[in-house]
Nanobody, 121 residues
Framework: QVQLVESGGGSVQAGGSLRLSCEAS????????MAWFRQAPGKERERVAR???????TYADSVKGRFTISKDNAKKTLYLQMDSLKPEDTATYYCAASAAYGRLCSVNNNWGKGTLVTISS
């Protein structure tokens, strides 16, 4: 089973930026869709961004224009660049990998342990 390790979380003020990283234990980007999810206290986990094996990206409406998902194949690393951060972006962010079937992605995810992002006003 693929192992995913997130890093890059921290505390910043509103309007600031952070870049999250997710390193995979093996090269999986040609076979797996990769995504970032987040979960705020008392709320359900939600998908923030996803990229499939065709490099097609999708974003939650709440982060469009502010967050960018990307991959570095050589480093086996997924990134989430987060700009113009808001207090409502405060959450634990999780990296996820799901098997790809052409342009479609499985609903079954392999999860990292998460990294905490705190945005102060």
């Amino acid at each position: 089973q693929v192992q995913l390790v997130e890093s890059g979380g921290g505390s910043v003020q509103a309007g600031g930026s952070l870049r999250l990283s997710c390193e995979a234990s093996e090269y999986i980007f040609s076979r797996y869709c990769m995504a970032w999810f987040r979960q705020a206290p008392g709320k359900e986990r939600e998908r923030v961004a996803r990229v499939n094996t065709y490099d097609t990206t999708t974003y939650a409406d709440s982060v469009k224009g502010r967050f960018t998902i990307s991959k570095d194949n050589a480093k086996k690393t997924l990134y989430l660049q987060m700009d113009s951060l808001k207090p409502e972006d405060t959450a634990t962010y999780y990296c996820a990998a799901s098997a790809a079937y052409g342009r479609l992605c499985s609903v079954n995810n392999n999860w990292g342990k998460g990294t905490l992002v705190t945005i102060s006003s």
